[in-house]
């Protein structure tokens, strides 16, 4: 295949976006884009957007929860998170220990060596003392009630395979490190500083990132770094950010040259700035989604990415003060 310093295909076209069937609410508080019991009825089915249509049609989804992994698209479609395993229920949102963590506790059921399905009895803000350092074949599927993970070091994917993030909000995420912290039912070390960032993908693969609110954090909102592939970034709603979504490490990393990512149906909300993505040496078919008010650029690459860009709407800011550039090379 032939190098190209950056390759765009842009098309777009109204008639092919999905949320241009209704129009465009200004989203200002971000728990109205999660997805309760009572928005969760026949109204939600039906809508176009095949994820939603997949499952939402269902009038027993809450017992059916599982068929939700079968309804990835894109490059993370493979990802089954905890299909194949039990159920497994959050009922404590606090007394985080990030070394020994008790049962009950979201930290107890991300660390644990069979495949899980993580849901929650209820409403719950966590406040996490170090990152969330997950395990292999886990789903956090927060359906059902408002969870929230905010003002602490938020969640760490590493070196891990089939994970699923659903209906989570996440915002206030800082650095966390220099502290020992637990990843699996048998290891625990001293970690490093982390970013910051509300979803660290590291050498990770089949990834779905999918109906997430993220806001506000000290790095990036959702970042795939170090071979990291194989990710859908799907029907998330982002605002009040600076560098919203990295894909790729380094413009001298070079493995990520493997890197595929689906980045679809999202709403790039208020106050973001730049990074929508941006995109280093992989693949990444951006598809259907809706920018709104960014400053500096929405999309842009660098270090030889391919970027498919498809069906997107582009809504600039009125502001003279800003570069609204919808795409940008970087050096």
């Not at 956090?140 to 929230?148: A, E, F």
């Not at 989570?168 to 048998?186: E, F, L, M, Q």
């Not at 790039?268 to 989604?289: A, D, K, S, T």
Request: with cysteine; glycine share 8%.
């Amino acid at each position: 295949m032939p190098t190209f310093s950056l390759f765009f295909l842009v098309l777009i076209s109204h008639a092919t976006i999905t949320f241009s069937r209704h129009p465009l609410l200004r989203i200002s508080e971000a728990t109205k884009w999660s997805s309760t019991r009572r928005q969760l009825g026949n109204d939600a089915c039906r809508t176009g957007n095949p994820i939603d249509d997949c499952w939402r049609c269902d009038p027993d989804w809450e017992t059916n929860r599982k068929v939700l992994a079968d309804c990835a698209i894109g490059f993370g479609r493979n990802a089954v998170g905890g299909r194949d395993g039990n159920l497994y229920v959050v009922t404590n949102s606090d007394n985080d220990d990030p070394v020994n963590p008790i049962p009950g506790t979201l930290r107890y059921g991300v660390i644990q060596e069979e495949p899980l399905w993580i849901i929650f009895d209820q409403d719950m803000v966590i406040n996490l003392k170090e990152e969330l350092i997950m395990n292999s074949h886990k789903t956090i599927d927060g359906r059902g009630h408002n969870i929230q993970i905010a003002d602490g070091p938020c969640i760490t994917i590493q070196n891990v395979s089939n994970i699923i993030i659903h209906n989570i909000y996440i915002h206030g995420c800082v650095p966390g490190g220099n502290a020992i912290v637990r990843d699996s039912t048998k290891h625990y070390g001293l970690r490093g500083n982390s970013d910051g960032d509300g979803i660290s993908i590291f050498a990770a693969r089949d990834v779905w990132i999918d109906h997430c609110t993220l806001a506000n954090c000290h790095d990036g909102l959702i970042d795939a770094v170090f071979g990291s592939t194989s990710i859908t970034i799907s029907n998330n709603y982002m605002f009040n950010h600076n560098e919203v979504m990295l894909m790729g490490h380094s413009d001298d990393f070079l493995d990520d040259r493997n890197m595929q990512v689906t980045i679809a149906f999202n709403f790039f909300g208020e106050n973001l700035v730049q990074r929508m993505p941006r995109c280093r040496h992989g693949y990444f078919h951006i598809v259907n989604n809706i920018y709104t008010g960014w400053e500096k650029y929405a999309i842009g690459g660098s270090a030889d990415p391919t970027i498919n860009s498809q069906g997107n709407v582009f809504m600039a800011l009125d502001n003279s003060d800003t570069k609204e550039a919808s795409f940008s090379i970087l050096k």
